[in-house]
Nanobody
Framework: QVQLVESGGGLVQPGGSLRLSCAAS????????MGWYRQAPGKERELVAT???????NYGDSVKGRFTISRDNAKNTVYLQMNSLKPEDTAVYYC???????WGQGTQVTVSS
């Protein structure tokens, strides 16, 4: 079964940066579409970013220009670089594979002073 393990979450001040990582296993990673979603308390889950096997990317409107998704096929890992973080970015961030077929356990990101 596909396994996705996220890391890198934590507490950061507004305006700060964090980088999330997601290590994938038991998947043909190089051709898989990988993504990040997030869910804040009381809100619906929303798209953060996706990256196809060929490298094309897509971002949610609320993170465009601040977040960058990337992948390292040699390490079977996808990253989410988050800059200029805002309190409204506080959420549990989930790694996905295969257009949301597989999900990781999530990692908490809290943006607060």
């Amino acid at each position: 079964q596909v396994q996705l393990v996220e890391s890198g979450g934590g507490l950061v001040q507004p305006g700060g940066s964090l980088r999330l990582s997601c290590a994938a296993s038991r998947i043909t990673f190089s051709i898989a579409t990988m993504g990040w979603y997030r869910q804040a308390p009381g809100k619906e889950r929303e798209l953060v970013a996706t990256i196809r096997g060929g490298g094309s990317t897509n971002y949610g409107d609320s993170v465009k220009g601040r977040f960058t998704i990337s992948r390292d096929n040699a390490k079977n890992t996808v990253y989410l670089q988050m800059n200029s973080l805002k309190p409204e970015d506080t959420a549990v961030y989930y790694c996905t594979a295969g257009f949301g077929v597989y999900w990781g356990q999530g990692t908490q990101v809290t943006v607060s002073s």
